[in-house]
């Protein structure tokens, strides 16, 4: 049975950043948002990556999925999906596996 309630759309949202973010970025910028975040996630407000720190495939992933070609927009825009759990990216990316595209 989907669940259709608040809570269901927060797991739905933090699914799909898991597919699609740890799709579009490659090992450098996990790299960077690991250290970056490691103890506040409120630096991604403030974090810029180079469209040439990602991949062609997952440059190309992020902007057909998200229509974003940075990734400090993109966690501006995932923290907004929910204020009520600031730490919801911090979750995220604590959770995500990072791999070679």
């Known amino acids: 049975m989907p669940m259709n309630d608040g ?3 927060e797991i739905n949202m933090v699914e799909w950043m898991y597919s699609n973010v740890a799709t579009a970025v490659n090992d450098l910028g ?6 970056v ?4 996630p409120a630096a991604l407000t403030s974090l ?3 469209v ?3 991949k062609d495939r997952g440059l190309a992933h992020m902007k057909k999925v998200l229509g ?14 929910d204020l009520s759990r600031s730490s919801l990216v911090g979750q995220v990316l604590g959770a ?6």
């Open 37 to 40: 975040t490691r103890n506040s």
């Open 96 to 101: 995500m596996r990072w791999s070679n595209l």
């Open 68 to 81: 974003q070609s940075n990734l400090e927009q993109l966690f501006v825009e995932c923290e907004a999906f």
């Open 48 to 50: 810029r990556l180079d």
């Open 30 to 35: 996990a790299m960077i948002l690991e250290s």
């Open 52 to 54: 040439s720190q990602l």
């Open 7 to 9: 809570h269901g759309m």
